[in-house]
């Protein structure tokens, strides 16, 4: 390519981003009030290579508000930025800055970003325009540049596999995370590579959707701070601080070629599907990289601020329901078009299930920051035709004060349930008063998703997410030790309804340490025989441990990496939370699709779940004990199935001491045998199908302290 010969020809509007057209590239981008647009063209992705820039002309490459041009002989792999002229008067929320250079919002791919640090040059005047020509993202040499990304790819005929929520065991976890410590036994470490390494290992595990941490480009240099304990720079290791939308992060791709980072991502997903395996992208629409007026020009701030973020009264200064500086204007028209063009390319082209939104209630936040009665954005992705198939979970507040859990609009969204997540931790603590709560949860959260025609599928249940302490944490630490974060922990929340039952911190006590086990399978099963679609934080199936950090967000290192020798040293745990995933996924019962609703609906007229005390009569709701019992019935009248299931009594006993619980009947003909006893040590704590021990008495049931015991029923054996 030689860069003196390059003309600008006319080019068309749409599609928005850079496009390869027969023997060339179409530019388009979008700005209302820019007064000139020029397009930068780079020889190479090489630091110090040649480039030109190419002022468009607004009569000729210029349609409506989008600016365009067509250049012949240009090729995959070319990188290329804008720069944008226009009113710079932040009082009016124009802040067009020709000295800047700037990502393309539909760039598909970003040369290494790995040594952009826009962080520590924080604190320039926006305010006066040019001051900030010393600052890091102006230097053209440093500043990552966009690809131009060719998007065939051999897919081998892949498509998504978009399984039904209620089918569902989804395992949150971090591309590079997975895979980045040096006994994870991978080839591609903290790459998409290694997670295809690792499919063998989900294929044991039994889940069936990956949900993915943050992989749309992000600056991991952006945090100034550093470990206050070894002096070492914090990093953005989560990646909620979107740089480009479309970009997957190019670090995490062992393929360093320009662009490469595409078909890597591509090769994970088609290998995840080979394999059955669904991948589900959590997405950050809420804010951007940009930060607030005393943050970093990009991108979106120099192409049409007052557009694209929601701003103050005062319109220097940005909305920040976000919590990270800025809060993107969702339910403008042009910003709902960007995101929706968004979501659809990584369906139609990098072919993913499902997306779960960070901070999705500032989705429903409309041009002036009011939460919606019935927000166009959310509704337009719940109706989408190409989203029709594709989960979309909502993470129900934001930090503006919204909670929308139960409520949140829009139609069919799924929500992430943090009252599931909070109840079950108070009643496995010993909490008072925590047993309707609990009964509320494991039937579904009715009281969330009955009144708006929602399905318990909506509720996505978890106890851990990467967000807090993980699961070995939760029963190991009462406090939150973040030290190392750089902020004297007041970071993390305070709240996090844990208890370390005696000791803080690992300890070699075998009393402590059993009663920890005890509760980590007692949480796991809890998870698998509620109504609603699981959810496990990966690690936490082997005990993985952040040291007491509840936001881990910044530590990129082996405070967050997945500690693979955990799996050996915790084989017993493993095993159990394989097994009980197994155990959900076998019995349609679990998998309703409906609410319970108290009646028999089968020949029997027994009602589809039954409730005990401890002593096997109906409990008074309102003055319940601790220790609760329920029977489910597994008929195929009862889980819309195509067979008739198993029936299940259930015993949860939270306290410190034992007690023998009373059994409700078995069903006519059939016995109850022992699937799971949390208190019993492997491999009796949960047996293998058909493998269920026969109980020596069919009236009661000694369930220990601390445990929860599952029953199944079974043929009485004549012989």
């Known amino acids: 390519m030689t860069l003196c010969n390059l003309v600008a020809e006319m080019g068309k509007a749409l599609p928005l981003g850079a496009s390869l057209v027969n023997d060339g590239v179409n530019f388009a981008v979008f700005s209302r009030h820019a ?52 009113p710079h008067h932040p009082e009016k929320g124009h802040r067009f800055n020709p000295h800047k250079t700037l990502l393309d919002p539909y760039a598909k791919a970003l040369t290494d970003i790995s040594n952009w640090d826009f962080g520590e040059n924080a604190g320039y005047d926006p305010e006066k325009r040019g001051s900030d020509l010393t600052y890091s993202n102006d230097d053209i040499a440093n500043q990552p540049r966009c690809i131009v990304v060719d998007d065939n790819f051999d897919w ?44 063998p290992f989900f294929k044991d595990l039994g889940i069936t959707s990956l949900e993915l ?21 914090l990093t953005n290791y989560w990646g909620y601080s979107t740089v480009a939308f479309f970009s997957p992060k190019g670090s995490f791709a062992s393929d360093k070629s320009p662009g490469g980072q595409v078909n890597e991502f591509k090769e994970m997903v088609r290998e995840l599907h080979k394999a059955g395996i669904e991948v589900i992208l959590d997405v950050v629409f809420n804010h951007t990289a940009e930060g607030n007026e005393l943050g970093p020009t990009l991108s979106f701030r120099g192409l049409d601020n007052s557009i694209y973020y929601i701003l103050n009264e005062n319109k220097r200064h940005y909305q920040n329901y976000s919590g990270c500086g800025n809060t993107v204007n969702c339910n403008h028209p042009v910003v709902r078009t960007f995101i929706m063009d968004c979501l659809r390319y990584w369906v139609v082209e990098m072919h993913v299930d499902g997306f779960r939104f960070d901070l999705g209630s500032i989705l429903g936040r409309d041009q002036s920051g009011h939460i919606m009665e019935n927000p166009p954005m959310l509704e337009q992705i719940a109706e989408d035709p190409i989203l029709s198939s594709t989960k979309i979970i909502a993470e129900a507040w934001d ?103 005696g000791i803080e911190g690992p300890t070699y006590d075998p009393v402590i340490n059993n009663i920890r086990l005890r509760q980590m399978k007692n949480f796991f099963t809890t998870l698998m025989i509620s109504l609603g679609t699981p959810m496990v934080l990966g690690g936490d199936e082997f005990a993985r441990t952040q040291n007491g950090n509840n936001n881990a967000y910044c530590q990129d290192n082996e405070i967050s990496w997945y500690d693979w020798s955990l799996l050996e040293k915790n084989a017993d745990l493993y095993r159990f939370v394989k097994e009980m995933i197994a155990f959900r996924l076998r ?131 004549l012989g």
């Open 35 to 86: 007064t000139a647009v020029a397009l930068i063209i780079f020889e190479s992705a090489n630091p110090d290579s040649p480039w030109v820039e190419i002022p468009l002309d607004k009569r000729e490459h210029k349609t409506g508000n989008i600016w365009h041009c067509f250049i012949s002989g240009l090729r995959a792999g070319t990188c290329y930025l804008y720069r944008v002229d226009g």
């Open 587 to 717: 019995h349609p019962g679990f998998m309703r699709p409906e609410f319970y609703t108290g009646r028999g609906g089968d020949y029997r007229a027994i009602p589809d779940i039954s409730w005990f005390d401890e002593k096997g009569h109906s409990p008074n709701w309102d003055n319940v004990g601790s220790k609760l019992a329920l029977r489910l019935l597994g008929s195929k009248a009862e889980t819309l199935a195509d067979r008739d299931g198993n029936d299940f009594y259930i015993m949860f006993n939270p306290d410190v001491d034992p007690y023998s619980f009373v059994i409700a009947a078995p069903p006519s003909k059939k016995e109850w045998r022992r699937a799971v006893d949390t208190a019993l040590f492997s491999p009796n704590d949960i047996l293998l199908p058909g493998n269920e021990e026969r109980l020596s008495s069919q009236q009661n049931y000694p369930v220990k302290a601390r445990s929860v015991v599952v029953l199944i029923s079974n043929e009485i054996n």
């Open 156 to 199: 081998q005929g892949d498509t998504p596999l978009n399984y039904p929520l209620r089918f569902s065991v989804i395992y949150e976890t971090h591309v590079k995370g997975l895979t980045a410590h040096p006994n994870s036994g991978v080839k591609y470490p903290g790459t998409y590579r290694g997670v295809i390494e690792k499919i």
């Open 399 to 501: 930090a503006g004060g919204a909670y929308q859990v139960g409520w949140f609009p829009g139609g069919r969204w799924a929500e992430w349930n943090d009252k599931y997540r909070d109840n079950v931790r108070k009643y496995w603590r010993g909490d008072p008063k925590e047993t309707r709560q609990l009964a509320t949860r494991i039937a579904g959260s009715s009281d969330l998703y009955l009144r708006d025609g929602r399905k318990p599928f909506h509720s996505i249940n978890f106890i851990i997410s990467h967000d807090g302490f993980t699961m070995n944490d939760l029963v190991s630490y009462n406090t939150k030790h973040n030290e190392e974060n750089g902020e004297n922990s007041r970071d993390g929340s305070d709240n996090n309804i844990s208890y370390n039952y």
């Open 213 to 233: 941490l943050p992989v749309f480009e992000f600056n991991e240099n952006e945090i100034i701070r550093h470990n206050q304990r070894t002096g070492e720079k």
